[in-house]
């Protein structure tokens, strides 16, 4: 059984094995070779789009339950030839990503194709792919409503249009909230030494903010829509998110970006069987199970070789929007932190023996935060307010980095 390599390219299915050696039964390709063992599949996944940047292509190997996570793949020469006669080349940055020299956009009316040749000579080539008609992504809506359980909460939904032609849609989204450390305070309690008969513990001021931090995450799915069947080419209230209510993420200042991607046909139905397996994954009982799934990547000197992955060329537009829980449901007290704060005051343990002292092994192993001095909170405890990292440190759980995007 073989798990794949993490792809920002089909990293929004449910499971990451999924993404790319995606299980099929009755549509795949016959394969002499084996796919376990030593036979590592590469795992291709690049998003070539409209917008003026450095392009970025990533690779990796397969690999099995027995090894401790990807392997990435080094040393590749990678390009990217156009119709139009421009040639675009990449270089390797860490963790399998090549980014290209020059920043380019993808242009309509030209055919683009991704070209690899690895360390060991293995040349493999992308079917020629084109940019689909530009689609506007008009605007985010965050809405109060309960989900199909009745649970109460808040909806992000998209609104989007484009031209006749256009009427394949793709959703990815990175969220972003705002983290405040309930517990923090302007003080670290250190070990300046421990002896056999002396502990030498300091009060000092931190060093780093950890009071305000910012968490994130691209959740794991495949968001499509189509409006061929409409009367019109318009795509109105597309669920891309509920957070339920209770949830910490709302406690105080929440953000989400979203992406639309125009696809192709040929994409499109990439990314259908994708979302279908992924679902079916789910269900032990489904009649799509276990096979292989070839992406638009060959093996130029054996065309049946497994390549895992997709070459995509789209047109994208992107918006993003912040949220109040106030806003939705004003008068109501914001959801609680992630965790249930409290005190502890536990003891140095002087005449306890080295190694097993239970305020010090705390704080070596980084998991309680000082808070203040125990004036009674915790009645018979030693003398250090003590919380646990996550209440009194908001690092533990985001960066202390503000994004350049966000606003207060």
Same mark, same amino acid.
């Given at each position: 059984?073989?798990?794949?390599?993490?792809?920002?390219?089909?990293?929004?299915?449910?499971?990451?094995?999924?993404?790319?050696?995606?299980?099929?039964?009755?549509?795949?390709?016959?394969?002499?070779?084996?796919?376990?063992?030593?036979?590592?599949?590469?795992?291709?996944?690049?998003?070539?789009?409209?917008?003026?940047?450095?392009?970025?292509?990533?690779?990796?190997?397969?690999?099995?339950?027995?090894?401790?996570?990807?392997?990435?793949?080094?040393?590749?020469?990678?390009?990217?030839?156009?119709?139009?006669?421009?040639?675009?080349?990449?270089?390797?940055?860490?963790?399998?990503?090549?980014?290209?020299?020059?920043?380019?956009?993808?242009?309509?009316?030209?055919?683009?194709?991704?070209?690899?040749?690895?360390?060991?000579?293995?040349? =493999?080539?992308? %079917?020629?792919?084109?940019?689909?008609?530009?689609?506007? @992504? +008009?605007? !985010?809506?965050?809405? $109060?409503?309960?989900?199909?359980?009745?649970?109460?909460?808040?909806?992000?939904?998209?609104?989007?249009?484009?031209?006749?032609?256009?009427?394949?849609?793709?959703?990815?989204?990175?969220?972003?909230?705002?983290?405040?450390?309930?517990?923090?305070?302007?003080?670290?309690?250190?070990?300046?030494?421990?002896?056999?008969?002396?502990?030498?513990?300091?009060?000092?001021?931190?060093?780093?903010?950890?009071?305000?931090?910012?968490?994130?995450?691209?959740?794991?799915?495949?968001?499509?829509?189509?409006?061929?069947?409409?009367?019109?080419?318009?795509?109105?209230?597309?669920?891309?998110?509920?957070?339920?209510?209770?949830?910490?993420?709302?406690?105080?200042?929440?953000?989400?970006?979203?992406?639309? =991607?125009?696809? %192709?046909?040929?994409?499109?139905?990439?990314?259908?069987? @994708? +979302?279908? !397996?992924?679902?079916? $994954?789910?269900?032990?009982?489904?009649?799509?199970?276990?096979?292989?799934?070839?992406?638009?990547?060959?093996?130029?000197?054996?065309?049946?070789?497994?390549?895992?992955?997709?070459?995509?060329?789209?047109?994208?537009?992107?918006?993003?929007?912040?949220?109040?829980?106030?806003?939705?449901?004003?008068?109501?007290?914001?959801?609680?932190?992630?965790?249930?704060?409290?005190?502890?005051?536990?003891?140095?343990?002087?005449?306890?023996?080295?190694?097993?002292?239970?305020?010090?092994?705390?704080?070596?192993?980084?998991?309680?935060?000082?808070?203040?001095?125990?004036?009674?909170?915790?009645?018979?405890?030693?003398?250090?307010?003590?919380?646990?990292?996550?209440?009194?440190?908001?690092?533990?759980?985001?960066?202390?980095?503000?994004?350049?995007?966000?606003?207060?």
């Amino acid at each position: 059984m073989f798990f794949t390599t993490y792809l920002p390219l089909l990293k929004h299915t449910k499971r990451g094995l999924i993404a790319v050696l995606l299980l099929l039964q009755g549509c795949i390709t016959d394969y002499e070779g084996s796919i376990g063992g030593s036979s590592e599949v590469l795992v291709v996944g690049g998003i070539l789009t409209d917008e003026f940047k450095k392009q970025e292509v990533f690779l990796s190997r397969s690999y099995s339950f027995e090894n401790a996570g990807p392997r990435y793949e080094t040393e590749a020469q990678v390009l990217v030839t156009a119709s139009d006669g421009q040639t675009h080349s990449f270089y390797e940055t860490p963790n399998g990503i090549y980014r290209s020299v020059a920043p380019f956009a993808a242009l309509e009316g030209v055919t683009y194709q991704l070209e690899i040749t690895t360390v060991t000579g293995d040349a =493999y080539v992308s %079917s020629p792919m084109g940019l689909p008609p530009p689609t506007e @992504l +008009e605007s !985010l809506q965050a809405q $109060a409503s309960t989900n199909e359980q009745g649970e109460p909460g808040i909806s992000i939904v998209a609104n989007g249009s484009g031209p006749a032609t256009a009427t394949k849609f793709r959703y990815d989204f990175e969220e972003t909230w705002k983290i405040i450390a309930p517990y923090w305070s302007p003080y670290d309690l250190l070990v300046r030494s421990e002896g056999r008969t002396q502990i030498n513990l300091a009060v000092v001021d931190r060093e780093t903010e950890e009071r305000v931090c910012y968490g994130s995450a691209r959740p794991e799915q495949v968001l499509l829509t189509s409006t061929s069947a409409l009367s019109s080419n318009e795509v109105v209230n597309f669920p891309l998110r509920f957070i339920s209510k209770d949830n910490y993420l709302l406690q105080h200042r929440y953000s989400i970006g979203v992406k639309q =991607y125009g696809l %192709s046909e040929e994409t499109y139905a990439y990314y259908q069987t @994708l +979302e279908r !397996l992924s679902m079916a $994954a789910d269900n032990i009982f489904s009649e799509d199970q276990p096979g292989f799934l070839q992406g638009n990547i060959i093996a130029v000197a054996d065309p049946t070789e497994p390549v895992a992955g997709y070459f995509e060329v789209s047109s994208v537009s992107q918006k993003r929007i912040f949220v109040n829980f106030e806003d939705l449901y004003p008068g109501e007290d914001p959801p609680g932190f992630l965790v249930d704060c409290q005190f502890s005051a536990p003891g140095a343990d002087i005449n306890a023996p080295v190694g097993s002292r239970v305020l010090l092994n705390a704080i070596y192993k980084n998991v309680v935060r000082y808070y203040g001095i125990n004036r009674g909170e915790v009645p018979g405890g030693s003398t250090f307010l003590m919380v646990s990292a996550n209440c009194g440190d908001c690092t533990t759980l985001g960066s202390n980095i503000k994004p350049d995007f966000w606003r207060d």
